[in-house]
C-alpha cells in the first residue's frame, strides 16, 4: 500500500485513534476508578470525578498486599537470575557450536516452552510436596523455571548466532577457552540482549497465575496476581471495586513504566523469541 | 564455523572436539533443570492419569489403566455402562469452549493484529507514541486485565453498558460475564484486547522485512493498493503471519487464569486447563483430572505437528542462515 496515499487520508489518522484509544482506556478508566470512592464509584464517570487515596491506603494496609508484592518481587527476581545464569551457556552451546542434533535441541526447547502447563501440573503439584516446599516462594521460582528457562535460552541463542564470528575466532587464536570467550568475550556484548531477555522473563513471572495459585495454601505466600485475583469483599456480593483497581494500579505502573522506558529491547526480544511474557 | 588452524592444546583433542566436549558441559545444567521441571512432571501426570490417586493420598494410587479415560463395564442386568472423560458431557463442553475460543480469538487477533501492523509500517508523526500505547495491554497481568475488564463489564455499574446504551446499541443493560449467552463475548473481547498488540508486533517484524522498492514498483505500475497486498506482501509476510499464529494458538488452546478470574464457574467459558484443575485440586479427582490434562497435552502436540507438517513452518529459524 503506498505510504503518501494512505497519509493523506483522515480515515487512516482516525483508525490510529482509534487503536491508541482502545489499548489505553482500559488502564485510564482502572485508574479513575482508583480514586473514586462510595457512590461515586456507583456512577460512571468519564473523566477524574474525585481523587481521594483512601483505596489505596486501604489496599496496602490490609490484607497482606505488601507481601504479596515482596513475594512476588523476590520469587520473580531470583527465577530471572536462575534462568539467565543456566541460559548463557547453553545458548553459547546452541548459537556457536556445531554439533549433531541441535536442530532438534532447540526444537525441543521451544516445545517446553509452548507446553500447557496444566500437562505438567500434576507431576509438579507431587515433586513440589515431595521436596518438602509446597506453600514457599521456592515452589514458584522451581515452577516457572519451566517457561523462562526455553525463553530466556531461546532469545540469547538468537541474539549470540548474530555476534560476528570474528571476535571469537580472535579470541581462540590467542588461546581462550570456551569459558573466557562467554565470560570476557560475548558476556560484554550481550549485555543489552540479557536485559531485554531478562526483563520479558521477569514480566512473565510477575505475571504467571497458574502455578502461584495451585502452590500456595494461605495468605502470606501468595504472589500479586494470585492476592488481586482472590481479592473479596466481606460477602460474595460485595466486590470491592475501588480497592481491586488500586491494586491493579499499583501492580502494573511500574511495568507499564518499564515498559515504556524499555520499549524497542523489548519489541525486538519479543520478535526474536515470539513468546508471550 | 570451522576450526581454527592451530595446534590443539590438549593431546588428541582437535578444537572442534574440544568445543564440542564444551557445549555439552554448558547444556547440561539447562538439560537437567528442563527434565526436572517439564519431563519428569510430564511423565508422572501421565502415570497419575492411569491409576485412581487421590489429593489428600498421592502415593496410595493404584493402577486402573485406561479407566479414567474409559472404562465398559456390563452389570448383570445386561445394561453397559460407560464411564471416563471420553463420554463426560462437561468434558465435552469444555474441549468445545477452548476449540471456539481458540480460534475466533485467534482470527480476530490476526486481522486486527494485521491492521495494526500496516499502521505502524506507515511512517507518520507519532508512530512511536502508538506503538508504546499498544504496548500496554501486553504489559498488564492477565489477572489484572481480567478484573480491569470485570468492572467495565459490570451489569449494573459498568462503562460499556453505559457506552452501549448511550449510543442505542442495546436497550437494556446486559450481565456480560454472568449471562451464560454473552459469558465468551466477554472472555473473547479482553483476550483480543490483551493480545493483539503481541500479534502486530511479531507481524510488524515480518513487514519490515518487505523491501520497499516492491511498493515503488508496483505504485509506477499503478496496481491497486489492496490488490498489491493480496498478491505482494501477504505472500511475503506468510512465514511471519504462520509462526505468529501457531505461538497464539497454542496459547489460546491452553488458557487458563482469564477465564478463571473473569467467568468463575460458567459452563460457557470453562476450557480444558480449567476443568482440568478443578477436577485435580478442587474436587479431589486428583487422576481424573491428570487424565484431562494428559488429553489436553495430546490434542496440543497433534495440533502442532500437524500444523508445521501442513504449514512447513520454519520455527528455529535456522533456515534463513
Redesign the interface.
Known amino acids: 500500500m503506498t505510504t503518501q496515499k494512505l497519509l493523506k487520508q483522515p480515515g487512516f489518522y482516525a483508525l490510529v485513534v482509534v487503536i491508541v484509544l482502545f489499548s489505553v482506556f482500559p488502564f485510564y478508566y482502572a485508574i479513575v476508578t482508583s480514586f473514586a470512592t462510595g457512590t461515586d464509584l456507583f456512577k460512571v464517570n468519564y473523566l477524574p470525578h474525585s481523587f481521594d487515596w483512601s483505596n489505596y491506603v486501604a489496599v496496602m494496609s490490609g490484607r497482606n498486599f505488601v507481601r504479596s508484592i515482596l513475594n512476588s518481587v523476590f520469587i520473580a527476581t531470583t527465577t530471572v537470575v536462575f534462568a539467565l545464569f543456566l541460559a548463557v551457556t547453553a545458548s553459547y552451546a546452541l548459537a556457536r557450536v556445531r554439533f549433531r542434533g541441535r536442530g532438534l535441541l532447540l526444537m525441543t526447547i521451544l516445545a517446553v516452552s509452548m507446553f500447557p502447563q496444566i500437562a505438567v501440573l500434576a507431576g509438579l503439584f507431587e515433586l513440589i510436596r515431595f521436596i518438602g516446599i509446597f506453600n514457599t516462594p521456592w515452589a514458584m521460582i522451581l515452577s516457572y523455571t519451566i517457561f523462562t528457562l526455553p525463553f530466556t535460552v531461546w532469545v540469547l541463542t538468537t541474539f549470540m548466532r548474530d555476534l560476528p564470528v570474528e571476535i571469537e575466532e580472535a579470541a581462540i587464536v590467542d588461546g581462550a577457552t570456551p569459558w573466557i570467550v562467554i565470560t570476557r568475550v560475548f558476556l560484554p556484548l550481550l549485555w543489552p540482549a540479557l536485559v531485554t531477555t531478562g526483563l520479558l522473563a521477569f514480566i512473565g513471572a510477575w505475571n504467571e497465575f497458574l502455578f502461584a495459585l495451585t502452590f500456595t495454601s494461605s495468605e502470606t505466600t501468595r504472589t500479586v496476581p494470585v492476592a488481586i485475583g482472590l481479592l473479596s469483599g466481606a460477602s460474595q456480593q460485595e466486590i470491592p471495586w475501588g480497592p481491586i483497581m488500586a491494586a491493579s494500579v499499583i501492580v502494573t505502573v511500574p511495568l507499564v513504566i518499564l515498559v515504556l522506558i524499555f520499549q524497542r529491547k523489548i519489541v525486538a526480544g519479543l520478535t526474536a523469541g515470539g513468546v508471550k511474557g | 564455523?570451522t576450526a581454527?588452524p592451530?595446534a590443539p592444546?590438549k593431546a588428541g583433542l582437535s578444537?572442534?572436539q574440544?568445543?564440542?566436549r564444551?557445549?555439552?558441559w554448558?547444556?547440561a545444567?539447562?538439560?537437567l533443570?528442563?527434565i526436572?521441571?517439564?519431563a519428569?512432571?510430564?511423565?508422572?501426570?501421565i502415570w497419575?492419569?492411569l491409576t485412581d490417586t487421590t489429593l489428600s493420598n498421592?502415593y496410595g494410587g493404584t493402577w486402573i489403566g485406561l479407566d479414567n479415560y474409559l472404562s465398559v463395564r456390563t452389570l448383570s442386568s445386561g445394561k453397559v455402562i460407560y464411564r471416563g472423560t471420553l463420554v463426560d458431557p462437561a468434558w465435552w463442553n469444555a474441549v468445545w469452549n477452548t476449540v471456539r475460543f481458540a480460534v475466533t480469538s485467534v482470527l480476530i487477533e490476526t486481522v486486527l493484529g494485521l491492521?495494526?501492523a500496516?499502521?505502524l509500517n506507515?511512517?507518520?508523526k507519532?508512530r512511536?507514541?502508538?506503538?508504546?500505547?499498544?504496548?500496554?495491554?501486553?504489559?498488564?497481568?492477565?489477572?489484572?486485565?481480567?478484573?480491569?475488564?470485570a468492572?467495565?463489564l459490570?451489569d449494573?455499574?459498568?462503562?460499556i453498558n453505559?457506552m452501549l446504551l448511550r449510543l442505542g446499541l442495546i436497550d437494556q443493560k446486559i450481565a456480560w460475564t454472568a449471562s451464560t449467552d454473552t459469558a465468551m463475548y466477554a472472555v473473547l473481547m479482553v483476550d483480543v484486547?490483551k493480545?493483539t498488540?503481541?500479534m502486530a508486533?511479531?507481524i510488524?517484524?515480518g513487514l519490515q522485512m518487505v523491501p520497499r522498492d516492491i511498493?515503488e514498483a508496483a505504485?509506477l505500475d499503478g496496481i491497486n493498493?489492496f490488490k498489491?497486498?493480496f498478491k505482494v506482501?501477504l505472500p511475503l509476510i506468510r512465514p511471519a503471519l504462520m509462526?505468529?499464529v501457531i505461538?497464539?494458538m497454542?496459547?489460546a488452546?491452553?488458557v487458563?487464569?482469564l477465564v478463571?478470574?473473569l467467568t468463575p464457574n460458567s459452563a460457557a467459558t470453562k476450557t480444558?486447563?480449567v476443568i482440568?484443575?478443578e477436577n485435580?485440586?478442587d474436587f479431589d479427582k486428583?487422576a481424573y483430572?491428570?487424565a484431562q490434562?494428559?488429553l489436553?497435552?495430546a490434542i496440543?502436540a497433534i495440533f502442532?505437528s500437524v500444523y508445521i507438517w501442513l504449514g512447513r513452518v520454519d520455527?528455529?529459524?535456522?533456515g534463513n542462515?
Request: charged share 15%.
Open positions: 564455523m581454527a592451530i592444546r578444537l572442534q574440544q568445543r564440542q564444551a557445549a555439552f554448558f547444556l545444567p539447562m538439560l533443570a528442563l526436572c521441571v517439564a519428569w512432571p510430564l511423565l508422572r501426570t497419575f492419569s498421592l491492521i495494526v500496516l499502521v506507515a511512517e507518520f507519532g512511536g507514541l502508538v506503538r508504546a500505547a499498544i504496548l500496554i495491554p501486553w504489559a498488564i497481568p492477565t489477572i489484572v486485565s481480567a478484573k480491569m475488564w468492572w467495565m459490570n449494573q455499574f459498568g462503562i453505559d484486547w493480545t498488540p503481541f508486533l511479531l510488524l517484524a511498493y505504485k493498493p498489491v497486498f506482501t509462526v505468529a505461538f497464539r497454542l496459547d488452546l491452553r487458563f487464569d478463571y478470574v480444558m486447563s482440568s484443575r485435580m485440586i486428583f483430572g491428570a490434562s494428559t489436553l497435552f496440543i502442532v520455527l528455529s529459524g535456522e542462515r
